[in-house]
């Protein structure tokens, strides 16, 4: 029996992309049918991807440089 912390860590991002074996479709939608909480969470999770593709800004070259920089300094750090 699949829980629903399995179908939204394990396999919501697969199940969207449609890279799942149709056994494992199955099973998910067998849950959906019987969870309204994670209909509800895939639902809301779709739309959600639609709206950040609609909107993704390319970021300026400056603030990736600015970007890259944090981060490295941030990992140097967490090596020491």
């Given at each position: 029996?699949?829980?629903c912390k399995?179908?939204?860590?394990?396999f919501l991002a697969?199940?969207?992309d449609a890279g799942l074996s149709p056994e494992v479709v199955a099973d998910l939608e067998?849950?959906?049918a019987n969870c309204p909480p994670c209909?509800?969470?895939?639902?809301?999770?779709?739309?959600?991807?639609?709206?950040v593709s609609r909107t993704a800004a390319e970021m300026p070259p400056?603030?990736?440089?600015?970007?890259?920089?944090?981060?490295?300094?941030?990992?140097?750090?967490?090596?020491?």
């Open positions: 029996m699949l829980t399995e179908f939204i860590e394990d697969d199940y969207l067998r849950h959906l209909l509800t969470y895939l639902n809301t999770y779709k739309r959600t991807r639609e709206l400056e603030m990736k440089a600015i970007l890259r920089k944090f981060l490295l300094e941030q990992l140097a750090k967490d090596k020491t």
